[in-house]
């Protein structure tokens, strides 16, 4: 185990726009550079570890953790870590950008093997898009199948890299650039997806997309001479759920879900039940202002789980219908939906078939 991971965390980050450069925001509780770290320690593959960083960065050190400064570029960064790698017994170095925070352990393994045969091993992706390239004022077409966009981390024979540095005089975004101009071999495998580099406020915004969850109750009385509506769905039994609206219990509790979720208060606040704009109102309406909100709040539903708690109806025979019913209104795929049903061995007024409540929690991401 001869090698070195150099993470470079030197950057500017021109183009992220932030006060605070890109690798000490803090994604997932941690600055981002610490996410490639944390994994390449994990793998265990290496000898030494060297950040290549600008701003003074504590690391609860485990001896084999160097920070260095880094350069006014990207290649002056890498160049200071092979300078001062110099002598430390070094076969391979794997240089990584700390704007990469998903590498996985397994992408570092699959480098690593192909180290053995290869002097340069650099991970890329197919281009999913149709690619153009402009010269002066003409745009042309090229095929995507020739193109190789590069990722890190690009791993090399430590000496063979340090020499072709030395030499080097011009300006390079990549290693594996480097090695292109002086006509050396590089292996390419196919890099992993998630492991795509944070290069803009929104990339990060994509990446960082947060999960909130909220939780939903409703009860309502049974009475002879009402129909019966659960989740949005007309169902035949003895009476139906007496209340300002349709009564509902399955659609008012995923409202409050969401509300909470949202941190919107309840649907009492938005749905009063003194106003006589929304006497007999069919519950499945009261949820399109609802998912008005959830969309201008740049909110969607990961999943909803409903707990229906009632002696009467059989919650298997209706299940089905009620979430064909309610990914319709939510327009969301039926398998986002789970309904359980839950009795309540005739205990109290549920257990007398005199009311139905029901309980839900939903997941929303941001
Ligand atoms: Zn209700």
Redesign the pocket.
């Known amino acids: 185990m001869r090698d070195c991971f150099i993470l470079l965390s030197a950057g500017k980050s021109k183009r992220f726009k932030s006060k605070l450069n890109k690798q000490f925001i803090t994604y997932k509780n941690k600055p981002l550079f610490e996410h490639s770290l944390k994994t390449a320690l994990d793998s265990k593959l290496f000898k030494k570890v060297l950040i290549v960083s600008n701003k003074k960065i504590k690391i609860i050190n485990d001896g084999n953790i160097e920070v260095i400064k880094g350069g006014k570029e990207r290649h002056n960064s890498t160049q200071n870590a092979l300078n001062y790698l110099k002598n430390k017994k070094i076969k391979n170095v794997f240089i990584h950008d700390a704007a990469r925070p998903n590498l996985s352990i397994n992408l570092l393994k699959k480098l690593k093997k192909k180290l053995k045969k290869n002097k340069a091993v650099v991970p890329y992706l197919k281009s999913e898009n149709s690619v153009k390239y402009k010269i002066k004022n003409k745009v042309n077409d090229l095929n995507r199948n020739k193109v190789l966009l590069t990722q890190t981390p690009q791993c090399f024979d430590y000496q063979e890299l340090f020499n072709l540095y030395k030499t080097n005089k011009e300006k390079i975004t990549d290693e594996a650039s480097l090695y292109l101009r002086n006509n050396k071999k590089i292996k390419f495998i196919l890099g992993e997806k998630k492991n795509f580099k944070i290069t803009t406020i929104n990339d990060f915004k994509y990446l960082k997309s947060e999960i909130y969850y909220g939780i939903g109750f ?1 009860i ?1 009385r049974l009475i002879k001479n009402k129909k019966l509506f659960l989740g949005g769905v007309k169902i035949p039994f003895h009476s139906g759920l007496k ?1 300002h ?1 349709d ?1 509902d ?1 399955i659609i ?1 509790a995923i409202i409050d879900s969401i509300l909470g979720a949202m941190r919107k208060s309840d649907i009492g606040t938005l749905f009063p039940s003194n106003s006589s704009k929304f006497k007999n109102i069919r519950s499945k309406n009261m949820l399109i202002p609802i998912l008005k909100m959830l969309n201008n709040n740049g909110f969607s539903i990961n999943n909803i789980d409903i707990n229906l708690i009632c002696e009467n109806p059989k919650v298997s025979k209706i299940r089905n219908k009620i979430i064909i019913s309610l990914s319709e209104l939510l327009s969301i795929n039926k398998n986002l939906i789970n309904l359980k049903g839950k009795t309540v061995e005739k205990l109290g007024i549920i257990g007398k078939e005199q009311a139905i409540a029901c309980e839900v929690i939903s997941s929303l991401s941001k």
């Open positions: 409703d309502h209340g609206s009564g219990v008012h």
